[in-house]
C-alpha cells in the first residue's frame, strides 16, 4: 500500500521546529506532502515528528492528512501538539561516535553495542523498545562490549536506548 502524507497545518514560534518522520525514513523539517515507504500487507507503519522550541516555552501544532494513493477520498488525520513550559537545556553534547556504535544496522541475527569509552557511563543501563513502546531487553552495563541475539525478535524498527547519570542516548536499529 502506497500512504501518502499532505500537511495541512503548521502552527509554530520562529526558531522552533519539527522534524517529520514516517516508517524509519526522516525529513529535516516538515515536508509539505509526501510518501512513506510502501507498507506491504500484515505490516505496519508509523509517523512521528522530532521538535525543537529554540529555549522558548511554547505551543506548537502541526496537522497531517494521511491517505491511500490510489483512493485519497480515503485517510485520516494526525494532530501533534507539543506544549512545552520549559526551556530545552544541554549542558553537555555528546558525539555519538566517540562514545557508543550498535551495528550490524540493519540486521537478521544479532546486534552488537560496544562502548568506546565505557568510563563516561558510570551506572548505565541498556533498554531495547520495540517501536509500540514495549520492552524487549533491559541490561546493567558493566563491559565494553555486548551482543544479542534477536532472531526471535519481530520484523521492524527498534530504539536502543542508553540511560546514564549524565546523558541519555537513543538510536534506532531496523531487525530485518
Not at 75 to 95: A, P, R, S
Not at 114 to 120: A, D, E, H, L, R
Request: proline share 4%; aromatic share 14%.
Amino acid at each position: 500500500m502506497n500512504l501518502k502524507w499532505e500537511l495541512l497545518q503548521y502552527d509554530t514560534l520562529a526558531g522552533s521546529y519539527f522534524d517529520f518522520c514516517a516508517s524509519g525514513i526522516c525529513w529535516l523539517g516538515f515536508p509539505d506532502t509526501g510518501s512513506f515507504p510502501e507498507i506491504t500487507a500484515g505490516r505496519s507503519g508509523w509517523a512521528g515528528v522530532h521538535f525543537w522550541t529554540g529555549n522558548i516555552p511554547v505551543t506548537c501544532t502541526a496537522k497531517i492528512r494521511i491517505y491511500n494513493e490510489n483512493t485519497p477520498e480515503f485517510g485520516d488525520t494526525l494532530t501533534y501538539i507539543l506544549h512545552n513550559e520549559t526551556v530545552n537545556k544541554i549542558e553537555k553534547q555528546v558525539d555519538l561516535k566517540n562514545v557508543i556504535s550498535i551495528y550490524p544496522n540493519p540486521t537478521k541475527d544479532n546486534l552488537n553495542i560496544n562502548f568506546k569509552q565505557i568510563n563516561y557511563l558510570h551506572d548505565a543501563t541498556i533498554l531495547i523498545y520495540d517501536i509500540t513502546g514495549k520492552l524487549m531487553l533491559q541490561q546493567s552495563v558493566q563491559q565494553q562490549h555486548y551482543q544479542y541475539d534477536i532472531r526471535k525478535f519481530p520484523n521492524g524498527l527498534y530504539i536502543v536506548r542508553i540511560e546514564c547519570y549524565e546523558n541519555n542516548i537513543v538510536q534506532m536499529f531496523m531487525k530485518q
